[in-house]
Every structure is written in structure tokens, then in C-alpha cells.
């Protein structure tokens, strides 16, 4: 089984960064597809960025060119690199392990507790 804890959340100002990390447990980890997906209030839960086993990654349309998704294997950590950040990024993100490479919530069998964005204008 797969245990997932995220931090780095918080609120910060249009236009700087924050970095999000996800510690992982587990004996299947190093196997694992990892991905980030968030949920804004009154919105379904939205795929963010996935990395799979060759470290090949997928990114969202609205994220891409600012978001940066990877993978220490050694430190059993996963990492969401957010630059540029926008109020529409507001919402709670998520880390997400499963066994297939995918952009949908169906897809992941692990989730972590959750952790709040909050960008302000």
C-alpha cells in the first residue's frame, strides 16, 4: 500500500512561485504513477501534471510552460513546481499514485490529504 502526504501549500501574491512536495511510502512506490490534480470550490477535481516510471511527463493545458512536475526516487518524493501563478490557480492540490498514465481521478487508486493554494491579485 501507498501513503501519500502533501505540504508547501499556502497563500502567496499573482506572479511568484511556490513548490509543492508529495513524501511517498510504500513498497510499490518506485512503480508507481504519481500525479497532481487540484479542486477549486464548487468545481470537480482537475488533472494538473502525471510522471511515470521512464520519467516522461504530461502537463495540463493551463498549467504548461509554468508548472514543473518530478520524481526523486531516491527520497521517495514527488515535486510540483509552480512559477507564475495565477488566482485561477487557486484550489486545494492533491498527490495521486496509480498503475497506469493517465489524466483522469478513475485512474489513480492513492490520495493524499490535500494541501491549499491560495493566489491573490
Known amino acids: 500500500q501507498v501513503q501519500l502526504v502533501e505540504s508547501g501549500g499556502g497563500l502567496v501574491q499573482a506572479g511568484v512561485s511556490l513548490r509543492l512536495s508529495c513524501a511517498a511510502s510504500g513498497r510499490t512506490f518506485s512503480s508507481a504513477i504519481m500525479g497532481w490534480f487540484r479542486q477549486a470550490p464548487g468545481k470537480e477535481r482537475e488533472f494538473v501534471a502525471a510522471i511515470n516510471w521512464r520519467m516522461n511527463t504530461n502537463y495540463a493545458d493551463s498549467v504548461k510552460g509554468r508548472f514543473t512536475i518530478s520524481r526523486d526516487s531516491a527520497q521517495n518524493t514527488v515535486y510540483l513546481q509552480m512559477n507564475g501563478l495565477k488566482p485561477e490557480d487557486t484550489a486545494v492540490y492533491y498527490c495521486?499514485?496509480?498503475?497506469?498514465?493517465?489524466?483522469?481521478?478513475?485512474?489513480?487508486?492513492?490520495w493524499g490529504q490535500g494541501t491549499q493554494v491560495t493566489v491573490s491579485s
Open positions: 495521486a499514485a496509480g498503475s497506469q498514465f493517465s489524466t483522469t481521478t478513475k485512474a489513480y487508486d492513492y
